[in-house]
């Protein structure tokens, strides 16, 4: 973790500041970004998987020296799973080494057990808590995967930045965190939770920026072959498969070409690494023979 940063004075400052750590994100998103952080805001981000929604965090976590707490969101997520849940495991050894020692005040061993020590903070919780690098960066990833109840418990902590235990009170952060929240769109969010929210929606990067991105993640690659990957990528995305490669794809598949020392797309290459490209067997099929062909064509013409 690096020392604390203060936070961007402008809208050129948020994009110098991602910039910096590699992340190349349009205007739009800058500004908003921008003013989430500087109206304490948490920032809600949908978008196609794979296109840098939970990276952001990660980078403003870094470039800003905050430390990253991160709530990955899945089905059946839970109070216990995402904010707190008592050590019952401690408490009833505790209980039993009270017993043997013959106290009997119930009042006070209540007191005992219930106390901060026996307290599993999880991420939600844990973000509330004072840091001396400043308010953490708290992402909340793929809220779109877990239900709905939790989305609606999530509104407490997003409205007043607090989380209420009823044996010990209220939990209140001295100091909002930064929140990403990000939804890959499978179900639609409540509008109440988005509300609270500042909205932007991630699209796939022009040709130019995602060039830039190629060569900053994968600096051993020749300009000419990154050129051809993000045409045939951008290329892809034209056309209509079950999931169209994201940024992260992009990188691994340039990464995954420069492993094997390619200088340039061919058939036979590409088609040995369309795995790293495309995540399903239908789409792959798809890509195959003079579909391949000119898609390649027209990528090295470019």
């Known amino acids: 973790m690096t020392a604390p940063s203060a936070l961007p004075t402008s809208v050129d400052g948020m994009l110098d500041l991602l910039t910096k750590r590699g992340y190349f994100a ?12 500087r109206m304490g805001r948490p920032l809600f981000l949908e978008g196609e998987a794979g296109v840098g929604k939970t990276e952001i965090a990660k980078v403003l976590s870094a470039a800003l020296g905050r430390k990253l707490i991160r709530l990955q969101c899945y089905e059946g997520l839970d109070v216990s799973s995402a904010v707190y849940e008592w050590n019952s495991a401690s408490q009833m050894i505790a209980i039993r080494l009270a017993e043997a020692a013959g106290e009997s005040d119930r009042d006070q ?13 999880r991420p939600l919780l844990q973000a509330l808590e004072p840091d001396v690098s400043g308010a953490p960066v708290l992402l909340i990833d793929e ?5 709905e109840a939790f989305e609606a418990y999530l509104l407490e902590i997003l409205s007043d930045f607090q989380v209420t235990i009823p044996e010990l009170g209220t939990v209140k952060a001295p ?10 769109r499978t179900r ?27 060569k900053s993640r994968v ?17 892809l995305r034209d056309q209509d498969f079950y999931k169209s490669p994201g940024v992260a794809e992009t990188i691994d598949w340039a990464t995954a070409l420069t492993e094997l020392d390619a ?21 792959i099929q798809r890509m195959q023979g003079d579909a391949l062909a000119k898609t390649i064509k027209e990528a090295t013409s470019d």
């Open 143 to 147: 809220l779109d995967r877990a239900d």
């Open 26 to 37: 349009e205007r739009s998103l800058a500004t908003v970004a921008y003013l989430s952080l």
């Open 109 to 121: 061993l209540a007191s005992d057990i219930f106390a901060d020590r026996y307290l599993i903070k």
């Open 263 to 283: 200088r340039s797309l061919t058939p036979q290459v590409v088609g040995d690494t369309l795995g790293a490209l495309l995540k399903y067997q239908d789409d």
């Open 219 to 235: 600096p051993g690659i020749s300009a000419k072959l990154s050129q051809q990957v993000v045409s045939f990528v951008q290329k």
């Open 188 to 214: 639609e969010i409540h509008d109440a939770l988005k509300r609270r929210c500042l909205y932007h929606w991630v699209d796939y990067p022009a040709a130019d920026r995602e060039l830039a991105i190629v």
């Open 175 to 184: 100091a909002p965190p930064i929140v990403i929240i990000t939804s890959n």
